[in-house]
């Protein structure tokens, strides 16, 4: 038996191996999942607005140490939850930006949450003995389930209930407006390359087809 198990019985439980994007020399000890006194939260993606999400629990009292953008997410759900678990993680959702999948437990809810593009995938399913999720469908197909099925983008599962968001993420953005579309565009790309000091662009390797050219040329 190693450090990580004992002989009891659970009801649920959390598996994760975090991804560490900020202050990666610093947290090799970073337990996994994050977890305070109320909450335990697995999480999987990036926060690009992470060190603002930082700074504003700790305005609003928290006195932690936060060196991870999955603390900081997990301190934000905590200030705002007051008894409404599902409330909490919807407000948090219209302050934090990035790619992410994640999955909450407050000793009674647990919520998975996909971010509002779908980037990080997010997979669950049910059956009479057993609940499960997983960023990869062959986890659950490896524990028995058949029926497995994804969670759509910016969705909450609640207590394994689909939650829509009140107004989907292509709503909020008017088509052929290329104004907006411009500004998105480049307000985007500066959140994901905030207090980057080198940024590298990548093009195509692959050489474009040349078409209506004479022999020999």
């Known amino acids: 038996m190693d450090k990580f198990s004992d002989d ?47 700074n504003l629990v700790g305005k609003v009292g928290v006195e932690a140490e936060i060196k991870s953008d999955a ?5 934000l759900i905590d200030f705002y939850n007051k008894g409404d678990l599902l409330k909490a993680i919807q407000m948090a959702q ?4 990035g790619d992410y999948a994640f999955a ?11 971010d509002s593009l779908g980037v990080k995938p997010l997979f669950y399913s049910t059956n009479d003995d057993l609940k499960g999720f997983a960023s990869d469908r062959q986890a659950l197909t490896a524990v028995g389930f058949d029926e497995i099925e994804t969670l759509k983008p910016e969705h909450i599962l609640f207590n394994w209930q689909d939650i829509a968001p009140a107004q989907p993420i292509y709503e909020k953005i008017f088509e052929g407006d290329v104004a ?6 480049k ?6 390359v905030e207090e980057l000091y080198e ?18 040329s």
Not at 15 to 40: A, F
Not at 180 to 185: A, E, N, S, T, Y
Not at 202 to 209: A, E, P, R, T
């Open 104 to 114: 909450l437990w407050d000793g009674e809810n647990i919520a998975i949450v996909r």
């Open 199 to 216: 940024v590298g662009v990548i093009f195509s390797g692959g050489v474009d087809k040349l078409q209506n050219m004479p022999p020999n």
């Open 8 to 54: 009891n019985e659970y009801d649920i439980a959390f598996g994760q191996n975090l991804l560490c994007v900020y202050d990666t020399n610093e947290r090799q000890d970073l337990p996994q999942p994050v977890s305070n006194d109320k909450l335990v939260l697995v999480f999987d993606g990036v926060l690009y607005n992470f060190r603002t999400i930082r």
């Open 180 to 185: 907006k579309i411009d500004k998105l565009l």
């Open 94 to 97: 219209r302050l934090i930006e």
């Open 71 to 75: 603390e900081a997410l997990l301190y």
């Open 187 to 192: 307000l985007s790309v500066s959140k994901r």
